[in-house]
């Protein structure tokens, strides 16, 4: 069975009420509109499983320095954002070894253009602040300032701050910055959600959000500023959803639908917790952030709660251990879990082992496409020969786990398309051939993956996941079909259309 079609939906009500299958394009029938895209293709709505919206929104709103090819285009971009806190303009991500000359820039440079306004742009590392001579005066810095320990205030050859300041210095001005406020949070919030839906995406599984944010989402979506639906993953690491007294809720466009939980770090900062030590550092193992019992104890009061989805993180094959342990302990427990999802976000290094576990568990693999390929060459060092036991997704699927796909985005490009082709494909940058081919997936198990498992994964394929009369009409509609299309050709496929709830979004 193959997930595109091509003809007229018609919608009423939010819902697809008829499907007329029609060769050469799609026709979106609602009401006495009726819009038309010659050669595209409808799919399901396509669902980031594992995302982070407030972090892309700030990307957008902060990070926008990054790549920036000169000193020039820095002030340009600046320019075009504007003051974002307050009246101080704050910005991350420059990078002087990208400009030529390679040379730390200065607090003239920002003054020409911004004299009144404060500029703090934070370096790509973290590890430096530029800033404009408006920042120096709010926060009193001049010549006669002393270096703080731990940093250091760059001066010229008269001993003036030149306006770039180091580590422990940059909290001289960091102390003067005005806190985001909520207002910032909810811009950050539609137009990450505007960028996740002009890339395809009709709904987000939204990891680890902040209980104090939940309310500006609820808002949004009452206001009708959601592009997409959003499910939230509420943190839960120190009971912060129950302390914060948040309980599930059933809203069409933000629901709260789950905690999120964190067994381990990642494997690029070897924090990630692995069984055997670190085939690059075999002084550690990673570092386990939650036992057996502390996740079990989280799950049983989240359960208590209400909750009937607990998303765990667990890269290292250690930690994916311990977190079926758990699911294991809470299924002894309790009788009644069927309707409980319990998911193990990123999945990455699997112990052969623990494969079957996953069904035994009813555990979901909740997985990232894009990390395998962006990591393939750093999970090589990290891990050696177990790399074999990384990334399994075709081994998911033979065991008969189920298997739903997101980006993590900002961590990594919000386009869907970049995961799809990850999962066909699986060939790292830089490289001619694929990683592990036994483990792709057809370009239809990775729809699907994007799609109908993804609301499995959420308890919503009762409502979406396929285009049928009577389904929710959260439709993506593609240029090309990605079904079929030569894999290499998926990633220049572009959105045309999405449907959420009926609302069409024009993105072409
Ligand atoms: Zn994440």
């Known amino acids: 069975m193959t997930i595109a079609l091509q003809g007229e939906l018609t919608i009423v009500r939010g819902k697809i009420a008829a499907i007329e299958p029609r060769a050469g394009g799609v026709t979106i029938r609602s009401g006495t509109r009726r819009v038309e895209f010659p050669g595209g293709w409808a799919f399901p709505g396509l669902v980031d499983a594992h995302a982070h919206v407030v972090g892309l929104g700030l990307a957008f709103r902060e990070?926008?320095?990054?790549?920036a090819p000169s000193k020039h285009e820095c002030i340009e971009r600046l320019i075009a954002h504007g003051p974002n806190r307050g009246e101080w303009i704050v910005a991350r991500g420059w990078n002087q070894e990208l400009w030529s000359p390679p040379l730390f820039p200065t607090r003239y440079d920002l003054d020409r253009v911004f004299p009144t306004t404060p500029v703090a742009l934070t370096r790509v590392d973290g590890h430096a602040l530029w800033v404009n001579s408006s920042a120096l005066e709010r926060a009193g810095i001049t010549a006669a300032t002393p270096d703080p320990a731990g940093g250091a205030i760059v001066r010229d050859e008269h001993g003036m701050p030149t306006g770039i300041l180091l580590d422990a210095a940059m909290e001289l001005i960091q102390q003067y910055i005005p806190e985001r406020t909520l207002e910032d949070i909810e811009h950050a919030i539609i137009e990450a959600?505007?960028?996740?839906?002009?890339?395809?995406?009709?709904?987000?599984?939204?990891?680890?959000?902040?209980?104090?944010?939940?309310?500006?989402?609820?808002?949004?979506?009452?206001?009708?500023?959601?592009?997409?639906?959003?499910?939230?993953?509420?943190?839960?690491?120190?009971?912060?959803?129950?302390s914060a007294g948040v309980l599930p809720t059933t809203g069409e466009f933000h629901r709260v639908a789950g905690i999120k939980l964190f067994a381990d770090g990642a494997l690029g900062s070897r924090g990630a917790a692995l069984l055997e030590p670190y085939t690059d550092d075999p002084s550690t193992h990673g570092i386990l952030l939650l036992?057996?019992?502390?996740?079990?104890?989280?799950?049983?009061?989240?359960?208590?709660?209400?909750?009937?989805?607990?998303?765990?993180?667990?890269?290292?094959?250690?930690?994916?251990?311990?977190?079926?342990?758990?699911?294991?302990?809470?299924?002894?427990?309790?009788?009644?879990?069927?309707?409980?999802?319990?998911?193990?976000?990123?999945?990455?290094?699997?112990?052969?082992?623990?494969?079957?576990?996953?069904?035994?568990?009813?555990?979901?693999?909740?997985?990232?496409?894009?990390?395998?390929?962006s990591d393939a060459a750093m999970a090589e060092r990290r891990l050696g020969t177990r790399t074999a036991t990384a990334y399994r997704w075709r081994s998911f699927l033979q065991h008969g786990v189920l298997l739903c796909a997101g980006s993590d985005f900002p961590v990594e490009s919000h386009n869907p398309l970049s995961g799809i082709d990850a999962f066909c494909r699986r060939i790292p940058p830089g490289r001619e051939h694929p990683w592990y081919p036994e483990e792709r997936l057809s370009a239809t198990e990775a729809i699907e993956a994007y799609t109908i498992n993804a609301h499995r994964a959420a308890d919503m394929s009762y409502r979406r996941g396929w285009l049928a009369v009577g389904m929710d009409a959260d439709i993506t509609i593609v240029d090309r079909n990605i079904e079929v299309c030569p894999a290499e050709e998926i990633l220049q496929a572009r959105t045309l259309a999405t449907v959420v709830g009926g609302t069409l979004y024009e993105h072409a």
């Open 63 to 67: 990070g926008y320095l990054r790549d």
């Open 193 to 242: 959600t505007a960028a996740a839906s002009s890339v395809g995406l009709t709904e987000i599984h939204d990891m680890d959000v902040l209980p104090e944010h939940l309310p500006i989402f609820t808002q949004l979506a009452e206001q009708g500023k959601l592009h997409c639906r959003i499910l939230s993953w509420v943190r839960g690491q120190r009971f912060e959803w129950h």
């Open 291 to 373: 036992t057996v019992e502390e996740i079990a104890e989280r799950i049983k009061r989240a359960l208590d709660d209400g909750f009937s989805s607990i998303a765990v993180h667990a890269i290292g094959d250690r930690a994916v251990r311990t977190v079926l342990d758990a699911f294991e302990q809470i299924q002894q427990r309790y009788v009644a879990l069927d309707n409980v999802r319990l998911r193990i976000e990123h999945s990455q290094v699997v112990h052969p082992d623990d494969l079957p576990r996953y069904v035994q568990t009813g555990a979901i693999a909740s997985v990232q496409p894009i990390h395998c390929t």
